[in-house]
């Protein structure tokens, strides 16, 4: 059997963290999701949801989860419409990281 885990964070990349709690008992409990990066904020409320609920409400995303990879100037150009769409939270926080390499092998400003 697979364990799913919660996928990374789709702004930042950092790991999230689940907390249940029964603020008006357990007929209301809340669930919150919270990316493990303070400077972030990222996070889903869910009210009613079990945990297997909360996971997949998180996990249910049409991009590709951040996966921090670098980039060359030339792969992006190379890419289709649709995998330059999967990636594009990626690759727009590649160019604030300096993930992005121009032709000469130099971080893209
Ligand atoms: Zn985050």
Redesign the pocket.
Known sequence: MTVELLKP?P??G?DPHMDFSFPNGVRAEECLIQ?G?DE?G?EMVLLGAGYASALKQWNTRKTKPIEKRTYTKAQIKAMDIKEYAECIDDIRLALDDGRILNDEGAVLS
């Open positions: 964070c702004f930042c950092c990316c990066n972030c990222c």
